[in-house]
């Protein structure tokens, strides 16, 4: 009998290297469809403002142009939903205002965008989307992540406040009792800065539509085409799922940033049926800056509770969380389920974390966006009560603190490297 | 306003109309649908739209189609054996894991391709800064700076 070899411990190659290495990758942007006409997307250049009017008449008479749709056209889909509906302390349902496909009645960042343009070239449609008059009421912004909730300036009007929810996880009276008790507290104010995630891959979508048969294709940047499917048509435009095909080719990067469903590739799919022809979108950078879900943003304060020994005896976290202008797919499970509950790491002790996080929205200057898992996954390295080497507890050496550390494991023993 | 221009393109004559204002990038995507080369900026900063412009690393996205005239382009699609087998970079890319999603790939290798040919000898350091203009989200870097080291021995540098 021959032996088999086992795979593990082996090298094994990679199968999509030689495509990548030799320009034979298919990536969204690759993808030129017969009768192919292009998309471009006019933004706010505000951070929030009403939308007085919008006037496209010049811009779809301009040459080329073989439509301008605004959210007026788009009356009846649903918003861009949100998935994960966490609920406050004191059980109400969290805020969840409409996330509009393109913006109605207001902007609330830059690059929100508030009209698509379809034309024959990209240079045509460009040079349409620049003819269109949009009258803005420029209103204050919110771009202070730990100040939002005192801003005065509501970027929802659900949300006078600007705070969506505020959550908590754990046992308060046991870790306020921890804290009375502690010989030590340690408090950290750590700002865990947001990220702008930047695939080398723009995102793109190149949407079409078949009268043969009544079906869509949907070509996109996504790290989750079914899921991209089911919200696309289930939760805003009301198609039967089995009548459109979503497919992800080689995706160049995402990083979380491309999990989501975003309002490019919903409204080139609604487009593509009324304009008849396949509709292509591709990002710009400056469009990804702007667009792409960002991550992190949290403001905490971080307490621990220790004894004489050293040992952690409780743990407390207040976190602000910047959910962006509105919510992504995922944005509210990323400071709260996908956050608080990694914040013990492997040590045991007591009752740890009351971890209140408290979503709240900031119309930001220049950026835009819900946090996304990219959120959640850094926080496993960077979340405040990681309790990196540097978590001041007092002026240990090093050798003390690891010392420390070690006597605050579980009693399974489970390491930590 | 359109201009002709006539240039050689991985070792084939081309002749073609172009709008004066067309990157060369964007020519050889979508008018000679050679999509190897890859745009992931607007600013020139992320080299995934390396060529070769007579032998040399350009960023294709920063090269005037126009300017091509009468020159000669290779993109990654040009070093790759038409036999199936790989070029020593794109070989020691393959075999140092110097890639994950592959976007910014084909840029990276030509840019390494230019570096070793015009660089004997390079060290980590040389190429560290020779690669400097092209980003990579992926991998850290560090098995591409692996992979160029190894394709300069093979390729005798």
């Not at chain 1, 004489?308 to 959910?323: C, I, W, Y």
């Not at chain 2, 090269?63 to 038409?82: D, K, N, S, Y």
């Amino acid at each position: 009998m021959s032996a088999v070899q086992p795979l593990i411990g082996r090298s094994i190659e990679r199968k999509e290297d030689y495509r990548f290495l030799t320009g034979a990758g298919q990536y969204t942007d690759d993808i030129i469809l017969p009768q192919q006409t292009y998309a471009w997307f006019l933004r706010s250049p505000h951070a929030h403002a009403r939308l007085r009017s919008i006037d496209t008449s010049a811009a779809r008479a301009a040459p080329g142009v073989l439509a301008v749709f605004t959210s007026k056209d788009l009356a009846g889909i649903g918003g861009l939903p949100c998935g994960w509906l966490i609920k406050s302390i004191d059980g109400s349902p969290m805020k969840e205002p409409k996330h509009p496909v393109l913006a109605e009645e207001k902007v609330r960042h830059v690059g929100d965008p508030l009209a698509l343009v379809v034309a024959e070239s990209l240079v045509q449609a460009k040079a349409a989307a620049a003819l269109i008059e949009v009258d803005y009421e420029v209103l204050p912004v919110v771009v202070d992540t730990a100040m939002a909730a005192k801003s005065g300036t509501a970027v929802h009007d659900m949300a006078p406040d600007n705070v969506c929810y505020t959550w908590a996880i754990g046992d308060k009276a046991a870790v306020d009792a921890a804290f009375a008790r502690a010989d030590h507290i340690t408090r950290l104010s750590i700002v865990n800065n947001r990220l702008i995630p930047n695939a080398i891959e723009p995102r793109a979508a190149n949407a079409s539509y078949s009268r043969a048969d009544d079906s869509y294709t949907l070509y996109v940047t996504s790290q989750n085409p079914h899921v991209e499917r089911l919200l696309m048509t289930a939760f805003v435009l009301g198609l039967p799922e089995h009548k459109v095909r979503v497919i992800a080719p080689d995706v160049g990067g995402g990083f979380g940033s491309k999990i989501y469903l975003y309002a490019e590739e919903t409204a080139l799919v609604w487009a593509a049926r009324r304009v008849g022809r396949p509709i292509k979108w591709t990002a710009e950078r400056h469009e990804s800056f702007l667009t792409d879900a960002h991550g992190r943003d949290h403001v905490s304060i971080a307490e621990l509770a220790l004894d004489r020994g050293g040992k952690f005896l409780a743990l407390r976290v207040h976190t602000t969380a910047n959910l962006g202008a509105y919510l992504s797919t995922f944005a509210s499970c990323i400071p709260t389920i996908l956050y608080a509950t990694l914040l013990a790491g492997q040590y045991a002790g007591g009752r740890l974390s009351r971890c209140r996080p408290s979503g709240s929205r900031v119309s930001a200057r220049a950026h835009r966006r819900a946090c996304g898992p990219r959120a959640a996954h850094r926080s496993r390295r960077a979340a405040p009560a990681q309790l990196h080497p540097r978590f001041p507890l007092c002026q240990p050496c090093r050798a003390q603190l690891r010392h420390r550390r070690l006597r605050s494991y579980p009693q399974s023993g489970v390491g930590f490297c | 306003m359109s201009v002709t221009i006539q240039l050689k393109v991985n070792g084939r004559p081309v002749s073609a109309e172009v709008r004066a204002d067309t990157m060369l990038s964007t020519f050889l995507r979508e008018q000679l649908r050679l999509t190897g080369t890859h745009v992931g900026c607007d600013t020139g900063s992320c080299g995934a739209c390396t060529v070769h412009l007579d032998g040399r690393a350009v960023k294709s996205c920063n090269v005037l189609a126009a300017q091509a005239q009468g020159r000669e382009v290779t993109t990654i699609e040009g070093v790759t054996p038409v036999d199936g087998s790989l070029h020593p970079m794109q070989a020691a890319f393959k075999a140092c894991h110097g890639l994950q999603c592959g976007f910014c790939t084909p840029g990276m290798v030509m840019c390494a391709i230019d570096l070793v040919t015009h660089h004997e000898h390079a060290t980590d350091e040389q190429i560290r800064a020779g690669l400097e203009g092209n980003l990579c989200r992926c991998t850290g870097y560090h098995n591409i700076v692996r992979a160029v080291a190894q394709a300069a021995k093979v390729m005798g540098r």
